[in-house]
């Protein structure tokens, strides 16, 4: 196993859909004996990719195509129901708005509690607080409770962490379209920078020019199968070709 | 030397932190802060005190030295180890829960939001035993067998993480589980030798060996051991230590291997 490398190997993913799933223990006991109405979604089928370390892959794919589902169990947030997953090396993803953050503790306090969970010391963390600081541009609201953060704020400081704690691979998801311009601009950069320094990134984005611009690979998912892989021009243009030519995108959890 | 595996620090820092978070959080916005965690189980025993002892005369068992009989000081002793059970199990209910938001976002090892919740938890128990242990010294009521507070409160520890894992991983899927377990706790505060003494259980009744029962149920062992290290001083017997350490180890290797098996579906309950 390589540091920086994430190898998905024939990974499928199922989520169950329960319909009139109890919600109580009461209607729990009420069922007992009757079948359970349990739908099987597949939002994953038989994935097989590599991401090398240091290189940065692109994700595409319409909503509901399982990008974000990939994503999360890259982090090792969900287990794959069949198939093997590895991501090698120290991880930090950026999945969602104020992923990872407790809304009830301050900016500072959560920046603590996630180096935690990247299994990096409080001094680590300590001594990179006022470049975090700096990074987010968020001032003295680092030691108020997240929860009354604007989302730009919780994107801002997510970003400023994630890229902060020295993440051999980095996940970010669509989330920095949220920040300004002026922020945008320095998430690309620090990108490029992590990039140079060996930092395998993977980021799942719909800004097609971003896409080829930054990417050395890209896959494009849809329905939940790999169709594309690979040079970031083709892949990216016969994805934007599909959705030209108004292909399916309708979410279904049948199929 | 002593190395230690990545994996295990990461953990220790993240069940620091998770304990931390607990400790501040508990009495935050709170002028009095820590002084609470001594009001509730101080008027609890000087409730029970005045009810038990006062309104219905019950005579505290002689202790020791016959300086500390007092039926406030018997309950606390038992108190001591029944709070810090009833508060790991309600506990892990909720620290599961409040960072089951923030596990679909992010990995970490979910047993560390439970194990610091119980670290603070412990911290708590501690300073009351302290209190117990001072109050004891000074009305000259201690002996050597002090050295079995301690173990009597880790292992009500042990005993109440296994019962608060499978409790909490329920309760994430059920929510009525907290209020199950809440009324579960509340009755058997009753079924445990904490208000009254084990001889005023008659033996038999129903056709049920009902003193047997009562006596070695395992918060009962634990409150017994704990007694009789700070109140009666004397060395609890062979039997009651071997059968509250099987206790303790079986719970909480059943709570651990279930709640490792079920704990990476937390992250898919909607």
């Known amino acids: ?255 | 030397m002593l190395t230690i595996s990545p994996a295990v620090r990461k953990s220790t820092n993240l069940i620091y932190n998770f304990a931390q978070r607990e400790s501040k959080a508990r009495y935050k916005r709170s002028l009095l802060g820590w002084f609470w965690s001594f009001a509730n189980p101080l008027t609890t025993v000087a409730v029970y005190g005045f009810v038990f002892g006062i309104v219905y005369g019950a005579r505290a068992p002689i202790t020791d030295n016959g300086n500390a009989q007092n039926f406030g000081l018997f309950l606390f002793c038992g108190l001591v180890s029944w709070s810090s059970f009833t508060g790991v199990v309600n506990g892990c209910m909720g620290w599961l829960a409040s960072v089951s938001d923030l596990r679909k976002k992010i990995y970490f090892p979910t047993e560390t939001a439970l194990l610091g919740g119980a670290a603070a938890n412990a911290v708590q128990t501690a300073l009351e035993a302290f209190v117990l242990v001072v109050i004891m010294a000074v009305l000259g009521n201690l002996s050597w067998t002090v050295v079995f507070l301690p173990i009597a409160l880790i292992l009500t520890m042990a005993f109440g993480l296994g019962i608060g894992f499978i409790v909490s991983v329920l309760n994430a899927r059920y929510r009525d589980i907290q209020y199950l377990v809440g009324i579960l706790l509340n009755v058997s505060f009753f079924l445990v030798p904490i208000v009254f003494t084990i001889d005023l259980v008659p033996e038999h009744k129903w056709g049920l060996p009902i003193r047997t029962l009562v006596a070695w149920n395992p918060p009962a062992l634990f409150v017994g051991i704990a007694r009789d290290g700070v109140y009666f001083l004397d060395a609890p017997s062979g039997a009651k230590l071997l059968a509250a350490t099987g206790w303790a180890i079986v719970s909480f290797s059943v709570g651990w291997v279930y709640f490792r098996a079920r704990s990476m579906e937390i992250s898919e309950e909607p």
């Open chain 1, 1 to 255: 196993m390589t540091i920086g490398q994430i190898a998905v190997e024939d990974v499928s993913k199922r989520f169950r859909l329960e319909r009139n799933r109890p919600s109580s223990l009461k209607e729990a006991l009420l069922r007992i004996g009757r079948s359970r109405d349990v739908d099987d979604f597949w939002v994953l089928r038989n994935i097989n990719l590599t991401v090398e370390p240091g290189s940065f892959f692109g994700l595409v794919g319409h909503n509901g195509s399982g990008k974000s589902t990939l994503l999360r169990l890259m982090a090792g947030i969900h287990r794959p129901s069949v198939g093997q997953i590895s991501a090698t090396g120290r991880l930090s993803a950026l999945l969602e708005l104020g992923s990872g953050f407790h809304p009830d503790l301050t900016g500072r306090e959560n920046v603590f509690l996630n180096g935690a969970m990247l299994g990096l010391s409080r001094k680590h963390m300590a001594d990179s607080m006022d470049h975090i600081i700096e990074f987010s541009g968020i001032g003295e609201f680092i030691d108020e409770p997240v929860k009354i953060y604007s989302s730009g704020m919780y994107v801002r400081l997510g970003f400023a962490v994630a890229v902060n704690v020295d993440p051999e691979i980095l996940l970010v998801d669509e989330v920095i379209a949220v920040g300004d311009e002026e922020f945008q601009q320095r998430c690309m950069n620090h990108m490029n920078m992590l990039r140079e320094r060996g930092t395998t990134i993977v980021l799942v984005s719909h800004n097609a020019v971003l896409m080829q611009e930054l990417c050395d690979t890209v896959g494009w998912l849809d329905h939940g199968r790999l169709l594309e892989l690979g040079d970031p021009t083709s892949v990216v243009g016969s994805y934007l070709d599909h959705v030209a030519s108004g292909g399916d995108n309708t979410l279904t959890t049948r199929d």
